[in-house]
């Protein structure tokens, strides 16, 4: 069974983690392998002797005396944190099954929540653009949510004010078991909002499978097929077959961010939605996650508060 065999594999402990990552001498080894899987090149002059400055963790290219700092120009620079900090964020992030809200993080990083929550923003960005580019294709199942807003007292159903609509949909096999997961904010639900979020996010000539849903036409602009399923019971549709894991995905993912984030600003819900789908798309092999994570925060440029606070536009 798929479900047993993301639940019981082993990730990686704590105890792994610290064999790995445990000193601040580890993490560097282990960043300059993300940095240079193929040993020091020099970002000046190419060259390939160096030495390493140990008080200052520079790295001197001998050809031409430049100094290069492990962090410059990543995702990690402009921060006072140490790589051990940066690296066991990465490990919750990426190991824990919900997520992590940031006073969590900065509890266990020792951090405030203010540095937490920089840090998980962070690493959350790296997650969305490595993962903004890649289209779902073949048979895709789709459904409408809405994230947030008022609990009690608001409209219910579709279109409640004050809520974030999004779209999730799964790639699947022709069984319907789940490949990859993409969950994106929608301006709303109107033709035109499912149009650009299709021609942005799914292949040509895919198959999408919706409730029936009429805005989820507009895959059609995309040139992909639609196949509303309705069933007798309504056209919402959690009971048929059909729409078994995009429902299950889509109920863990409101249960996670419910229950791990009190409220999730509007404006970020496009990272919160990468951190999910980044940990749901390589939920086989959670150990690896670790290291493939950090392999692409060395080649994310560096993010300023500034921008970090402002809303981010999921492409
Ligand atoms: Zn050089």
């Not at 047993?4 to 990730?11: A, D, E, L, T």
């Not at 919402?236 to 894991?245: E, T």
């Amino acid at each position: 069974m798929a479900r047993n065999k993301v639940q019981f594999q082993k990730g990686l402990s704590e105890a792994g983690f610290d064999d790995l990552y445990g000193t601040e001498e580890r993490c560097r080894d282990a960043v300059f392998g993300w940095r240079w899987p193929g040993g020091f090149v020099c970002p000046v002059c190419g060259g390939r002797e160096h030495s390493l400055l140990r008080t200052r963790a520079l790295y001197q290219c001998t050809a031409c005396r430049r100094q290069t700092s492990l962090i410059a120009g990543t995702i990690f620079a402009s921060s006072k944190l140490a790589l051990r900090t940066w690296l066991r964020a990465i490990y919750h992030l990426t190991q824990s099954k919900g997520g992590i809200s940031s006073i969590e993080l900065g509890r266990r990083l020792g951090v405030t929540q203010t540095t937490a929550w920089k840090v998980k923003h962070k690493l959350m960005q790296v997650m969305m653009e490595r993962d903004a580019g890649k289209r779902l294709s073949g048979r895709i199942e789709i459904d409408d949510a809405y994230l947030g807003g008022e609990r009690n007292g608001g409209k219910r159903g579709r279109g409640a004010a004050g809520k974030t609509p999004i779209v999730a949909a799964v790639e699947t096999t022709p069984e319907g078991k789940p490949i990859r997961l993409k969950l994106r904010r929608v301006k709303g639900f109107r033709r035109t909002d499912i149009v650009s979020m299709a021609k942005r996010n799914f292949e040509p000539a895919s198959i999408v499978l919706s409730d029936g849903l009429r805005c989820f036409n507009g895959v059609l602009d995309a040139g992909c097929t639609h196949q509303p399923i309705i069933t007798r019971s309504g056209r919402r549709a959690a009971l048929n077959p059909a729409f078994k894991w995009v429902n299950t995905a889509l109920g863990n993912i409101k249960n996670a961010i419910t229950g791990t984030y009190r409220a999730i600003r509007a404006k970020h819900t496009p990272r919160y939605l990468a951190e999910f789908e980044y940990r749901f798309n390589r939920r086989y092999d959670l150990a690896a996650m670790m290291p493939r994570l950090g392999h692409v925060a060395i080649r994310t440029p560096p993010m300023p508060y500034r921008l970090l606070k402002l809303a981010e536009n999921h492409t």
